[in-house]
């Protein structure tokens, strides 16, 4: 699980039928001091996380199991959203 | 599993189901001789870790499951599962 900050939307039109109704962001993951790490990446949103915030995301097959009801496709979902990060700079 | 350290922890009150009422932790992955090594994750605490501890972080969905077994459990792959204590050399 990593964290990321929210830094957009995501709209198809056309995709594959399982992702019906699912929001997508799109998502840069950040390090603990909230630097980018890395590519951005499209995660489903389920929470209404929204542009700017910093999100924890999971990938692989977590992520197909957000929805409680149905599997959707995607690989990596926004499975909350960060109201404090609390790092000991000393450690 | 992974050696880390805990360096922090994330409060979230909005999360999915099964990361409600959990403690999320920021673990440095470290090697034997405990120099960070790697990037951090988000665990989410099966053993009342805190930070400063030494832990194993299990990385995987269905180990996952084994230990946080209820409704949306589906959803977590990232467990501490242990409090290490000592690490000893060969």
Known sequence: MKLGR??????CTKK???FEGLKLLLVQPVDENRNPQGDALVAVDTIQSGPGELVYYETSKEAGRVLE???NPADAAIMGIVDELFIDKSL | MKLGKVIGNVVST?????YKSR???VVQPIDPTGKASGKSVLAIDAVQAGVGDIVLTLEEGNSARQIINEPGAGTVKHVVAGIVDSVNLK
């Open chain 1, 6 to 11: 929210v830094i957009g939307r995501v709209v």
């Open chain 1, 69 to 71: 009801t149905t599997m």
């Open chain 2, 14 to 18: 909005i999360s999915v189901e099964a």
């Open chain 1, 16 to 18: 594959v039928d399982s």
């Open chain 2, 23 to 25: 403690k999320i932790l």
